[in-house]
């Protein structure tokens, strides 16, 4: 097996649905311009409140991608 190198970038993903939409858009950005997406870490998660409930999800991600040979 291979020793992998990967960079990685920090990106925030937002959503007025969910965490987990928050997330998908994000990569889903990502893979528009970075190559060889690996993995993805959540640093944290926060929001705006309006009227008493969430207005908006905000999901900071770590991104890794590989290192091409």
Known sequence: M?????????????????IEDAVANALKRAN????????FQVLETRGNIDKGKVHHWQV?????????D
């Open 32 to 39: 528009k311009t970075v190559k060889r997406l690996c993995w």
């Open 60 to 68: 900071p991600l770590k991104i890794g991608s590989a290192i091409d």
């Open 2 to 18: 291979k020793n992998h190198i990967y960079k990685h970038i920090e990106l925030t993903g937002t959503s007025t649905l969910t």
